[in-house]
């Protein structure tokens, strides 16, 4: 019954495999067209066993482009990344991972909080095959992006020998 709600559910590819450092394994991005706020969003990724979305690189944003390429254009098409302000409203941080925004790509005068009510981010195609980055109130509902790691076989290698990359 699980596998046919997260069938259902759930729309998971595999565009590429990225590696950051040496025995990280593939990241594999999970697009949900469940439309929720960003906070209900974030549990929902890690209900269904999947971390909530962060994007830390170049090569990751281009993975999300690929993934979303057929989107409609438009930020109110766009899906939660999960990363807020709701702390600090000068600094936006990934949720999951509590790693500050080192690469970001925000749409021209994004972030603007506008009317003092946006501390959540969503990706958003600007044009075909091209995301921006914008800053939303956290109640809006849109669908969302979760990630996983795909555990490899050298994997169990690196975690029993403690290479200082992994």
């Known amino acids: 019954m699980l596998h046919k709600v997260l069938r259902n559910v759930l729309l998971i590819l595999t565009l590429s495999i990225v590696y950051i450092g040496g025995c990280k394994p593939p990241k594999t991005y999970v697009v949900s067209n469940d439309r929720m706020g960003f906070h209900n969003a974030f549990i929902t990724c ?4 999947f971390e909530p979305a962060e994007i ?3 090569e990751e944003h281009i993975m999300v482009e690929k993934l979303l390429k057929h989107e409609k254009v438009g930020y109110e098409h766009g899906f939660w990344i999960f990363a807020t302000n709701l702390d600090d409203k000068h600094s936006y941080y990934w949720l999951n991972s509590g ?8 749409s021209r005068g994004q972030p603007d909080n506008y009317k003092d009510n946006e501390s959540c981010l969503q990706v ?3 044009s075909s095959g091209h995301l921006a980055w914008n800053d939303l109130p956290c109640s809006l509902k849109m669908p969302f992006l979760c ?4 555990k490899e076989k050298n ?8 290479v200082s990359n992994c």
């Open 147 to 150: 990630q996983h790691y795909q």
């Open 46 to 49: 890690r209900q269904y066993g």
């Open 124 to 126: 958003f195609p600007v």
């Open 56 to 58: 830390h690189t170049i």
């Open 99 to 106: 790693r500050g925004l080192f690469y970001s790509n925000f």
């Open 155 to 162: 994997q169990e290698t690196c975690e029993e020998n403690r």
